[in-house]
C-alpha cells in the first residue's frame, strides 16, 4: 500500500467517513507483486487471519526463495518452512540473524523468543498445546509444529515416544494432556495414538499421520486410514506429515479464544 493511499484512510477514519473496522479489512487486503520472481506476497494476511504468509521454501528457485523472505521481512517475522540444506545455507548467508532448525526444517527471521528456545531440548512437558508422538521417528513432523507454535508465541509443550507399543509410557503425561487446550498427536505404523489420546482428554485432538511403517504402512496412508476411521469422537486428521498444517489449526483455535 502506497503512503497515499494510507493517508487517504487514515484522514477518512478520522473524519468519521470511515469506520475503525472497515478501514481494517481495506489494510489486511493489499498484496505485493513481484513479477521478476513471479511471487505476490501478501503481507496483511495477519490482519485477515491472525496468522502471516509463511514462505514454503519447497520448489522454489534461489531467487525467489531470497525475494519472498526478503519482501516480507519489511512487514514483520519470517517463517520458511520445508526447507532444505543448501536452502538454509542459503538464507543463513544473506539473513545473517535469522535462526534454522534442520530436524523441524524451518527458517525464522524474527520471530518470538520461544523460537529461539524451542531449537533445543530438553522441550517443556506442558502446555496449551501438548504435542505428543508416538515413535522417535515421528519427531521431526513434530517438531515442526512445536516450532511453528513457538513462532507464533503460543505456550505449547513437546512429549515424545509414548505410543501404542508401551502405553505405560503415557501414564505420567495424563495429568498435563488433560489440561491442555488442544492436542497435536503424531503418528505412523498403524496411526493408533490419537485414538487412545481422545479417549483420555476432553479437548480436541489433532492427528497428524507419518510416512513412517513398513511395507503398507510405507507412506503414512496406514496410519491416515486409522485416523480417518478412528471411532471416538473429537479427532479431526491432517495430511500426512503436515506439521506445519497442525500448528496452523491449533494457532487459529487459541487466537479464536
Known amino acids: 500500500m502506497s503512503k ?18 472497515h478501514a481494517l479489512e ?103 498445546v501438548m504435542i505428543v508422538t508416538a515413535g522417535a521417528a515421528d519427531i521431526p513432523v513434530a517438531l515442526e509444529a512445536y516450532c511453528c507454535l513457538a513462532f507464533w508465541d503460543k505456550n505449547c509443550g513437546l512429549v515424545t515416544d509414548v505410543g501404542v507399543a508401551g502405553l505405560d509410557r503415557l501414564t505420567p503425561h495424563v495429568e498435563a494432556l488433560r489440561k491442555a487446550k488442544i492436542i497435536i498427536a503424531v503418528a505412523g505404523m498403524e496411526g493408533a495414538l ?22 503398507i504402512g510405507a507412506g503414512g496412508f496406514a496410519a491416515l486410514s486409522t485416523m480417518l476411521s478412528t471411532c471416538v469422537p473429537g479427532v479431526a486428521t491432517l495430511n500426512i506429515d503436515n506439521g506445519f498444517g497442525a500448528a496452523a489449526f491449533a494457532a487459529k483455535l487459541l487466537n479464536k479464544k
Open 4 to 21: 497515499p493511499q494510507l493517508l487517504k484512510i487514515l484522514e477518512q477514519v478520522a473524519a468519521g467517513t470511515l469506520k475503525p473496522e
Open 194 to 215: 490419537p485414538g487412545v489420546l481422545a479417549g483420555l482428554v476432553c479437548c480436541p485432538v489433532l492427528a497428524v499421520p507419518t510416512a513412517v511403517g513398513y511395507g
Open 26 to 128: 481495506h489494510l489486511g487486503t493489499q498484496a505485493v507483486r513481484d513479477t521478476l520472481h513471479g511471487l505476490t506476497l501478501d503481507p496483511q494476511r495477519a490482519l485477515r487471519t491472525s496468522l502471516s504468509e509463511v514462505v514454503l521454501a519447497q520448489g522454489k528457485s534461489d531467487a525467489a526463495l531470497l525475494a519472498a523472505v526478503e519482501g516480507l521481512s519489511h512487514h514483520g517475522p519470517v517463517l520458511v518452512s520445508r526447507v532444505n540444506p543448501g536452502q538454509a545455507a542459503l538464507l543463513e548467508d544473506r539473513f545473517s540473524v535469522g535462526c534454522y532448525w534442520p530436524d523441524a526444517r524451518l527458517f525464522s527471521l524474527g520471530g518470538s523468543l520461544a523460537f529461539a528456545r524451542a531449537v533445543q531440548p530438553p522441550w517443556p512437558q506442558e502446555g496449551e
